[in-house]
C-alpha cells in the first residue's frame, strides 16, 4: 500500500540549532518526493521537491532533504531555525511517471515549535 | 508569483445545507484538485479533473460530492447534504502540463458544520 509515514508528531527546537523531520514511504515504483509547509491559517507552501538527479536537493527558507532510496527516507533538514519556521510540515509522494499530474499522499505532519 | 486562491476563507453551515466552495486556480494550469484536512489529520486527496471531467477520485468522494468548472476560471466543490463530518479544510490545488511540475495549494476554506 502507497504510504507516508512521518513519525515525529511534535518537535521543538532551540532557535538557532539544527532540524532533521524525518519522512519515510512506501511506494510502489519510483516516486516524487515533496516537502510543503504549512504556517497557521495558510495554505500548503512547497518547500522542496525531488524527481530525479541529486539526491541532495535544496529548497526555499534554508531547507534541504536527501532522498536515500535504500532506506526509502527523504528527510528535510534545515542547519539553523529561526523562530518563523514554527509551522506544521508534510511530507507527500506523487507518481513518478513523467506526466503533470500529481496525486499526492501525504503524511501526518509534524508540528515544529521553536523556543527562544 | 501567481496563486491559487480559494473562497470563503471560512464557511459555517448547518447540517443538511448544500455548501458551494470555490477556488480560482492559476491560469494556465490544466489539472486540478481536491483535497482535504479533518483537524489533526492528514491531508487527503479527494478528487482530480483535467479536460471537463473527473480523472480520479477517492472513496471519499462519494454521490454528495460534486465539481465543477463553470466558467475558463473558476473550479468549485459543492456538497450537496453536509454531514458533521464533513467539517474539515478544503484545499484546491492545480498543476500545469509541464513535466516535473508540483502542485500549487490554496490557503483554503475551514468548513465548519453545526
Known amino acids: 500500500a502507497q504510504s507516508v509515514t512521518q513519525p515525529d508528531i511534535h518537535i521543538t527546537v532551540s532557535e538557532g540549532a539544527s532540524l532533521e523531520l524525518r519522512c519515510n514511504y512506501s511506494y510502489g515504483a519510483t516516486p516524487y518526493l515533496f516537502w510543503y509547509v504549512q504556517s497557521p491559517g495558510q495554505g500548503l507552501q512547497l518547500l522542496l521537491k525531488y524527481f530525479s538527479g541529486d539526491t541532495l536537493v535544496q529548497g526555499i527558507k534554508g531547507f534541504e532533504a536527501e532522498f536515500k532510496r535504500s532506506q526509502s527516507s527523504f528527510n528535510l533538514r534545515k542547519p539553523s531555525v529561526h523562530w518563523s519556521d514554527a509551522a506544521e510540515y508534510f511530507c507527500?509522494?506523487?507518481?513518478?511517471?513523467?506526466?503533470?499530474?500529481?496525486?499526492?499522499?501525504f503524511g501526518t505532519g509534524t508540528l515544529l515549535a521553536v523556543q527562544p | 508569483e501567481p496563486e491559487v486562491t480559494q473562497t470563503p476563507s471560512h464557511q459555517v453551515t448547518q447540517m443538511g445545507q448544500e455548501v458551494i466552495l470555490r477556488c480560482v486556480p492559476i491560469s494556465n494550469h490544466l489539472y486540478f484538485y481536491w483535497y482535504r484536512q479533518i483537524l489533526g489529520q492528514k491531508v487527503e486527496f479527494l478528487v482530480s479533473?483535467?479536460?471537463?471531467?473527473?480523472?480520479?477520485k477517492s472513496e471519499i468522494f462519494d454521490d454528495q460530492f460534486s465539481v465543477e468548472r463553470p466558467d475558463g476560471s473558476n473550479f468549485t466543490l459543492k456538497i450537496r447534504s453536509t454531514k458533521l463530518e464533513d467539517s474539515a479544510m478544503y484545499f484546491c490545488?492545480?498543476?500545469?502540463?509541464?513535466?516535473?511540475?508540483?502542485?500549487?495549494f490554496g490557503s483554503g476554506t475551514r468548513l465548519t458544520v453545526t
Open positions: 507527500a509522494v506523487g507518481p513518478n511517471y513523467g506526466g503533470a499530474t500529481n496525486k499526492l499522499i
Open positions: 479533473f483535467y479536460n471537463n471531467e473527473i480523472s480520479e
Open positions: 490545488a492545480s498543476g500545469s502540463r509541464a513535466q516535473n511540475s508540483p502542485l500549487h
